[in-house]
């Protein structure tokens, strides 16, 4: 009877511990891209960024998108707008001045995006 139980327990231990509710699949960009993102060049953090779900991007250190109108007043109002799984374009503005940026999207999983612009490639990890 030992044994029996024993053997139980041990199944139970396994199944639970394959079972993890972390895992994910990437799917598409649009679906990993959601939420909070370390960006990283050449091994060194350049800040963090955030892409919500309405397409505004939050970038308070201009990490991916940022600049000033002719007046010297920042371009604040940041958003995103992907191309397939392909480009990420990040835009900066103040209403009536803009930049905008493309990233071309290298690779991408659900804890990591590798971007590049002009052949310099960036690495996005999940915070």
């Given amino acids: 009877m030992k044994n029996i139980l024993f053997f139980l327990i041990a199944i139970m231990m ?12 990437a799917g598409s960009l649009s ?6 993102w370390s960006v990283s060049l050449a091994g060194q ?5 955030e892409f919500e779900e309405d397409g505004t991007l939050i970038d308070p250190d201009d990490v991916l998108v940022g600049g000033e109108n002719g007046s010297g007043q ?23 001045n803009s930049i905008t940026l493309e ?3 290298n690779d991408f ?9 002009l052949g310099v490639e960036a690495k996005m990890r999940r915070n």
């Fill in 45 to 49: 953090d350049l800040g963090d960024v």
């Fill in 74 to 96: 920042p371009l604040n109002i940041k958003s995103y707008i992907l191309v397939g799984d392909e480009s990420i374009f990040t835009t900066a503005s103040d209403g009536t």
């Fill in 31 to 36: 679906e990993a891209l959601i939420g909070e």
């Fill in 103 to 105: 990233y071309d999207v």
């Fill in 14 to 25: 396994v199944i639970a511990s394959s079972c993890k509710k972390d895992d994910c699949e």
């Fill in 109 to 117: 999983s659900c804890d990591e995006v590798t971007i590049s612009i």
